[in-house]
């Protein structure tokens, strides 16, 4: 996946002299406002702000919460936060005597590899935001900042501050990788990934007897059949009806951002609450091919260089194999509102290789799962784009 990128300063120190620690009579507050104030308007305008002043429990228990920060650790913060679908975030900290900051910087910057894997694939821009984050380390003063100007925030930082500009490279993680050079699949496990048996409700609908289906599964084939009326016909290729379940797919379910509903990786959690994650829109496109009697399986996989539990689907087309990932292709950013047919945006994922998989982000047990390698029925072939 994309790396954090860290804006470190570094100055190169006098021979025989020794550096003077970074000093600041402002507080975190200060610090906070000269950085904001060094950003667009839709940077602070869309933050939340937290502060000893505004709500000290509730800072407290951000700073716990978010970073692993206890409050012993510092004592002078500020943060400001966004929620929903933006990135944008602010964090001034003072460290108390005694606390290890290569350690605190550590913890911020597992926590900008973890904010960035919660928007890679969804929010692509938004993944980008993180990707460039300023961690700053000033004396016992760090700064987070996920904002549109990283350079405008540094120099506004530095500024108040006396003395030596001083760094501590963070250590990024490692990703390993096999002989092949494809990145080792370590499945992460923190997610329940349940396939989801499609056999009743397709044979319900192949026979028209749901006497033997549960509530769930009628209420789920039900709205299939909805579906498969009001989007497939009866000239449609294999590939021109794939394509229309894609679509519909993704403009009638949402990302389960909590991760919170029950059903979150059930089709009855897309097709019946209309939110899942990953594991239920690749269920989901499971059972809509097997109802159209088009050859599909699910990979359970993972994402963010193995760290993130993911799922997508391979379908089969006159005899070539095809990867689908509806649920990257439902991003939660700049296309959210944008008709799944009306914008490529929307079929990135739909109907690649293996070799593009790898190279976007995913990875899985590559030598027990079918390869996909074809490459014809595209979605800028099947609507004449070029």
Not at 190 to 205: N, S
Request: proline share 5%; glycine share 6%; aromatic share 10%.
């Amino acid at each position: 996946m994309k790396r954090v990128t860290l804006l470190l300063l570094s100055l190169l120190l006098l021979a025989g002299c020794a550096p003077k620690e970074p000093t600041t009579d402002a507080s975190a507050i200060d610090l906070g406002g000269v950085v904001s104030e060094s950003q667009p308007e839709e940077f602070y305008n869309g933050l939340t702000p937290l502060s000893s002043e505004l709500d000290p429990e509730g800072l407290e228990t951000y700073l716990t919460a978010a970073y692993g920060l206890d409050r012993e650790d510092w004592v002078d913060a500020v943060a400001a936060y966004s929620e929903g679908l933006q990135a944008y975030e602010l964090a001034v900290i003072q460290l108390a005597d005694g606390v290890d900051a290569g350690s605190a910087e550590e913890l911020l910057l597992a926590y900008l590899e973890g904010r960035q894997a919660d928007f890679t694939g969804y929010a692509p821009d938004q993944a980008a935001l993180v990707e460039d984050a300023l961690l700053l380390r000033q004396g016992r003063w760090l700064l987070l900042v996920i904002c549109p100007d990283p350079e405008a925030a540094k120099e506004a930082f530095l500024t108040r501050f006396d003395g030596e500009t001083t760094q501590t490279a963070a250590r990024p993680y490692t990703v390993e990788r096999d002989s092949r050079g494809y990145v080792v699949f370590d499945p992460p496990n923190e997610e329940e990934m349940p396939l989801y048996d499609t056999a009743p409700v397709v044979e319900a609908y192949r026979t028209g007897d749901t006497s033997a289906l549960s509530e769930e599964d009628a209420a789920i084939l039900e709205i299939c059949r909805q579906v498969l009326e009001a989007e497939i016909d009866n000239d449609m290729s294999p590939a021109e009806q794939e394509l229309a379940v894609h679509d519909w797919i993704i403009d009638h379910a949402a990302y389960d951002e909590t991760h919170s509903s029950p059903n979150r990786s059930h089709p009855y959690g897309l097709l019946v609450e209309g939110q899942a994650i990953c594991m239920g829109y690749a269920n989901t496109f499971q059972l809509f091919m097997g109802l159209l009697d088009i050859p599909c399986v699910t990979v359970i996989g993972a994402s963010s260089d193995s760290r993130q539990d993911h799922a997508w689907n391979l379908v089969q087309l006159d005899g070539d194999w095809y990867a689908v990932d509806t649920t990257w292709d439902d991003p939660l950013g700049g296309f959210v509102d944008v008709p799944a047919a009306n914008e490529s945006g929307h079929h990135t994922y739909f109907n690649v290789t293996s070799d593009f998989l790898r190279q976007t982000d995913h990875q899985w047990d590559y030598d027990a799962v079918q390869e996909a390698e074809g490459t014809y029925w595209t979605w800028r072939h099947l609507t004449r784009r070029r």
